[in-house]
């Protein structure tokens, strides 16, 4: 039985969203990120976060390397594609998102939204804003004339980027001067996969 634990509130989303792409039958268990350090969730992950992945013995932490393992495992015929230089574009957006994405939309989420008013810090979340601008630019400059990241077909690596740049419409993040990441946002976010996903607890 596939297990995934984690709250659809926490980076587990992400995963949630990859099970459900995928057809997975699984069981959610939706720990919220406050009960990570449990005892019991201390043996399946010694790092104390969430999610967490067990699929027939295989116990997998991170929520890009669970969904990279989900979809080679189970997305042959939808979301993984078949050539390796198309696994090395997986692997290389993937990994960009977690890198020159994810530390800004952070930065203004807990500066903007998460952090008591008076731990925010404008000057901060402003100064991630502007650093946001040239990755950004790189995913704009990377969409043109294409669907999707690797070509015509939605796949991991779209699911994974869009998965972390979730966040941007909940903060209002300005993206009229990238139209190409704008629309492609929406299309993969509005996915009846993920849709589901926002449902859950």
């Known amino acids: 039985m596939t297990k995934l634990y984690g709250s659809s509130l926490s980076r587990s989303a992400r995963s949630l969203w990859a099970l459900e792409e995928l057809g997975v039958k699984y069981e959610h268990l939706p720990i919220a990120p406050s009960e990570a350090r449990s005892p019991?969730?201390?043996?399946?992950?010694?790092?104390?976060?969430?999610?967490?992945?067990?699929?027939?013995?295989?116990?997998?932490?991170?929520?890009?390397?669970?969904?990279?393992?989900?979809?080679?495992?189970?997305?042959?015929?939808?979301?993984?594609?078949?050539?390796?230089?198309?696994?090395?574009?997986?692997?290389?957006?993937?990994?960009?998102?977690?890198?020159?994405?994810?530390?800004?939309?952070?930065?203004?989420?807990?500066?903007?939204?998460?952090n008591p008013p008076e731990q925010r810090d404008e000057k901060a979340a402003q100064a991630a804003v502007e650093a946001l601008k040239a990755p950004l630019n790189a995913l704009e400059v990377s969409l043109k004339g294409k669907e999707y990241l690797l070509g015509k077909n939605f796949t991991i690596a779209d699911l994974n980027v869009a998965a972390v740049m979730s966040w941007a419409p909940m903060m209002r993040l300005d993206l009229s001067s990238t139209p190409n990441v704008q629309a492609w946002l929406q299309k993969c976010?509005?996915?009846?996969?993920?849709?589901?996903?926002?449902?859950l607890k």
Do not use: C, Q
Request: aromatic fraction near 10%; avoid cysteine.
């Open 40 to 114: 019991e969730n201390l043996k399946r992950n010694p790092n104390g976060h969430v999610p967490v992945l067990e699929d027939d013995g295989v116990v997998v932490w991170e929520s890009m390397a669970i969904n990279l393992y989900l979809a080679e495992k189970y997305g042959k015929n939808s979301i993984w594609p078949s050539e390796l230089a198309a696994h090395a574009g997986i692997y290389m957006w993937s990994f960009w998102a977690m890198s020159e994405v994810e530390p800004h939309l952070l930065t203004i989420l807990h500066h903007r939204i998460m």
């Open 189 to 199: 976010l509005g996915r009846e996969a993920n849709k589901k996903v926002r449902g």
